[in-house]
């Protein structure tokens, strides 16, 4: 005799040998022959004469298996025995077989329905064959016997929902509620006897949902997809309280859905405490430890999602149609730190623990956010080669066998800017700018224009006028002459030359960066310092870009990358330099008029900032905003906080996040930017990696991004590429701080006409028919 193993959905179980009970009057070959094969069977087997005793035993063993002799009336009544047993709680599990005698076919007592109102299971006509006697006890075995024991350990999962913290419903298929544990009567007041067996729609609902979010869930889960978001629910009290909601479907046979569960938390928010802290009362808890543990767990920076998440299970043709709304895709970063998973981890933990553990993990959370430990594990996204090269030549260091040329790159002699015409004051800008100048503050401001009637100067003209609109000259006690001169050295060291990294990127990079300071929740979170950083940084971000890649510098041995050890090289070069042309000569020294410690710390918020835009640690500071900023501002908004709250003034740390963000977007804006304007620059970046992938051939270099290649590349999908993999994420995450709807739909729009010249197998930047 030995145990079984059984198992049912992920649960493994361990089946102890059957137990057989055998009700007989009297010894005959009948229960002689059931014996014989509960031993063949290897199950342990008790007999019993009288019903008193059967009781007895039964309640003892808890028998899987009951026969009962139900051949002769006179020795006791078999029904009644049945009866008895089945009136106790053990016997739900358990088959009970009746032996009756073989009658004719048309004979009354050839009905089982007596026997199954009775309470068996089953009817055996009378054979004392062994072999007959075994093959029925098998079959009980493998068919009522092993369902009865799963459902026995069903017990235990429905013990641990009992005992859940979160609400927890099971409804049908057709929305009939099957099962609600206690935390869920708890929280909507009513008693599980008033919700058995009713259908959602009897059940009244909060006029706070909207009509497409219901239709959204609907269709969703119907789908067979899970959905989670934000819910409001309305109480037995009447009462509205808002829910973060998971509905999972269960499939179960013929792939058909056969449940939904629901599982629900209270969203931290001031009418959600109110309301616990009623339910708490109105039940008698007084428990001090209790309501302290809640109001903790209540002021948890939880992961919200503002509105909904439903499955990524679909295709798109648009980015529009595919994209989630901003914090929800939030929550569902396309790669996540492993410090990310650690955070939720420990965010979970804290639902169940005491209130000095909770409190503890609190302190570890807040190390956690505000340490240099979101370096992400980056893995290949797809098969697609123009993702792979993307990935390849931004985000690596691009260290790889030279085939025997080294590669020394000759640094730009840097331009006399002594004979160039600029202005005297702002006010002195020739019209034809001054016009253009006028919409600056506007997103579809047109830098391409500008760099026109400017002749490729437009960094000396739009940084004076929007250096003089932040008061940059004041909080620097710097003259308009002195700013006017910097200018223009530091446009004299971008490259003309280049496609791309020259001085009307650096100009559009400081456009995008006065705009995002613009913002409110921005403006309201720094202060005057950062935005002078913010916007030097933004005007010396690329300065003497060699319109190559940090891999390219690295590969070919470069005196940049040996002065700088293959790290951060090109962005460690802008920086210096820009410190070096600053303080070489009095006339154009913006910062010699500002005391040491103003200095230092302007410089260093400086060197964060263009260090920030170095692509190797892209998704580090997007994984670390996101947690530090994004997911608490979330919270304290779903708490009632005023939306516009400043979060960056009180924590310098989160001032540093918000720069680095900001800084970020606005060096890879272009998607964001109106269709024609990012079509413009898409064709000046594809043509400055052509011309590398030309140079890496013509000096037998590593080939950094071969997709790359002027002759089969196909633009379109290098577009895509960069949006799915860098851009979409790090928008979503500073449009829900920053809140850029326009920016957001230029996005759309963009994605889709790349998305739309892909399908059509086009590879320049438009069909032929719109040239």
Known sequence: ??????????????????????????????????????????????????????????????????????????????????????????????????????????????????????????????????????????????????????????????????????????????????????????????????????????????????ADLLDTINTCIKKGKEWQGVYYAQRKSGDSIQQHVKIT??????????????????????????????????????????????RHKNRRKESIDVKSISSRGSDAPSLQNRRYPSMARIHSMTIEAPITKVINIINAAQENSPVTVAEALDRVLEILRTTELYSPQLGTKDEDPHTSDLVGGLMTDGLRRLSGNEYVFTKNVHQSHSHLAVPVTISDVPPCIAQLLDNEESWDFNVFELEAVTHKRPLVYLGLKVFSRFGVCEFLNCSEATLRAWLQVIEANYHSSNAYHNSTHAADVLHATAFFLGKERVKGSLDQLDEVAALIAATVHDVDHPGRTNSFLCNAGSELAVLYNDTAVLESHHTALAFQLTVKDAKCNIFKNIDRNHYRTLRQAIIDMVLATEMTKHFEHVNKFVNSINKPLAAEIEGGDCE???????????????????????????????????IEWAGRISEEYFAQTDEEKRQGLPVVMPVFDRNTCSIPKSQISFIDYFITDMFDAWDAFAHLPALMQHLADNYKHWKTLDDLKCKSLRLPSDS
């Open 644 to 678: 516009c709250g400043p979060v960056g003034k009180s924590f310098p740390e989160n001032q540093i996040l918000i720069k680095r963000m900001m800084i970020k977007c606005a060096d890879v804006a272009n998607p964001c930017r109106p269709l024609d304007l990012c």
């Open 1 to 210: 005799v030995s145990s079984a193993e059984v198992r049912i959905g992920p649960m493994r179980l361990t089946q102890d040998p059957i137990q057989v009970l055998l009700i007989f009057a009297k010894e005959d070959s009948q229960s002689d022959g059931f014996w014989w094969a509960c031993d063949r069977a290897g199950y342990r087997c008790n007999i019993a004469r009288t019903p008193e005793s059967a009781l007895e035993c039964f309640l003892d063993k808890h028998h899987e298996i009951i026969v009962i002799d139900h051949r002769q009336t006179r020795n006791f009544n078999a029904e009644a025995v049945c009866r008895s047993i089945r009136a106790t709680n053990p016997s739900e599990h358990t088959v009970i077989l009746a032996v009756v005698s073989p009658v004719s076919d048309d004979h009354e007592e050839a009905s089982v329905l007596p026997l199954l109102h009775a309470g068996f299971n089953r009817r055996f006509m009378e054979n004392s064959s062994i072999i007959a006697c075994y093959n029925e006890l098998i079959q009980i075995e493998h068919g009522e016997v092993r369902s009865q024991f799963k459902l026995r350990a069903c017990n235990s999962v429905f013990t641990a929902l009992d005992h859940c913290h979160e609400a927890i419903e099971i409804t049908s298929d057709d929305h009939v509620i099957q099962y609600v544990n206690p935390a869920f009567e708890r929280m909507m007041g009513y008693h599980k006897g008033e919700l058995l067996g009713k259908e959602l729609a009897e059940l009244p609902k909060s006029d706070k949902n909207r």
């Open 249 to 294: 479907p269960v499939i179960g046979q013929g792939g058909k859905i056969r449940h939904f569960v629901s599982l629900k938390k209270l969203c931290c928010t001031t009418d959600n405490n109110k309301q616990m802290h009623k339910i708490h009362r109105d039940s008698g808890d007084n428990s001090q430890t209790e309501l302290h543990s809640l």
